[in-house]
C-alpha cells in the first residue's frame, strides 16, 4: 500500500467507515495515472479533504462535548425542579390539613353563631315579656300614685275637720 493509499485508508477508518469499504476504497487509488501532476494536485486535494474532515470531526467532538456538559447541567436542573416540586408537595398537603382544619372551626363557629342567635331570639322574647310588665307596672304605679294622692286628700280633709270641730 502507498502512503497515500494509507492516508485515505486511515482517514475513512477515523471517520467511521467499515474496513473491508476503506480497503476498497484505498486500492481503488492504485489505478494508473498518466498525469503525475493531476495524480498529486488529486493527492493535495484529497490531503485537504481529509484535514478539513479531521477539523470536522475535532469540531464535531468539541460540540458532543459542549452538549454533554449542557446534558449534565439540564440533569442538575431536573434534579432541583423535582426536589422542588416534592417539596411544594409537601407544602400543598400542610395547606390542605390546615384547610381542613379551618372548615372544622368554621363549622363549629357557624354552630356557635346559630346558638346565640337563638338566645338572642329567646333574649328579644323576654324583653318584650319585660317590657309588657313594665308598662303594667307604670300603669300600675300611676294608680297607686294617685290612690295616694286620693289618701293623702283624704286624711288631710279628715284632720282638717278634725282641727275645725275640736
Same mark, same amino acid.
Given at each position: 500500500?502507498?502512503?497515500?493509499? @494509507?492516508?485515505?485508508?486511515?482517514?475513512?477508518?477515523?471517520?467511521?467507515? %467499515?474496513?473491508?469499504?476503506?480497503?476498497?476504497?484505498?486500492?481503488?487509488?492504485?489505478?494508473?495515472?498518466?498525469?503525475?501532476?493531476?495524480?498529486?494536485?488529486?493527492?493535495?486535494?484529497?490531503?485537504?479533504?481529509?484535514?478539513? @474532515?479531521?477539523?470536522?470531526?475535532?469540531?464535531?467532538?468539541?460540540?458532543?462535548?459542549?452538549?454533554?456538559?449542557?446534558?449534565?447541567?439540564?440533569?442538575?436542573?431536573?434534579?432541583?425542579?423535582?426536589?422542588?416540586?416534592?417539596?411544594?408537595?409537601?407544602?400543598?398537603?400542610?395547606?390542605?390539613?390546615?384547610?381542613?382544619?379551618?372548615?372544622?372551626?368554621?363549622?363549629?363557629?357557624?354552630?356557635?353563631?346559630?346558638?346565640?342567635?337563638?338566645?338572642?331570639?329567646?333574649?328579644?322574647?323576654?324583653?318584650?315579656?319585660?317590657?309588657?310588665?313594665?308598662?303594667?307596672?307604670?300603669?300600675?304605679?300611676?294608680?297607686?300614685?294617685?290612690?295616694?294622692?286620693?289618701?293623702?286628700?283624704?286624711?288631710?280633709?279628715?284632720?282638717? %275637720?278634725?282641727?275645725?270641730?275640736?
Amino acid at each position: 500500500m502507498t502512503t497515500l493509499q @494509507l492516508e485515505v485508508f486511515e482517514a475513512f477508518r477515523e471517520i467511521g467507515i %467499515r474496513e473491508d469499504s476503506a480497503l476498497r476504497a484505498a486500492s481503488a487509488l492504485s489505478i494508473p495515472v498518466d498525469d503525475m501532476a493531476a495524480l498529486k494536485a488529486d493527492s493535495a486535494a484529497t490531503r485537504a479533504d481529509v484535514a478539513a @474532515l479531521k477539523a470536522a470531526v475535532t469540531t464535531l467532538g468539541e460540540r458532543m462535548a459542549t452538549f454533554g456538559e449542557r446534558m449534565a447541567t439540564l440533569d442538575g436542573r431536573v434534579a432541583t425542579l423535582e426536589t422542588g416540586s416534592a417539596t411544594l408537595d409537601g407544602r400543598v398537603a400542610a395547606l390542605e390539613g390546615r384547610m381542613a382544619k379551618v372548615e372544622a372551626g368554621l363549622a363549629t363557629l357557624n354552630e356557635r353563631v346559630g346558638a346565640m342567635g337563638q338566645q338572642l331570639v329567646s333574649l328579644g322574647q323576654q324583653m318584650a315579656t319585660l317590657g309588657e310588665r313594665v308598662s303594667k307596672l307604670e300603669a300600675d304605679m300611676g294608680l297607686v300614685k294617685w290612690m295616694m294622692g286620693f289618701i293623702l286628700a283624704f286624711q288631710a280633709a279628715i284632720a282638717a %275637720r278634725l282641727l275645725f270641730i275640736h
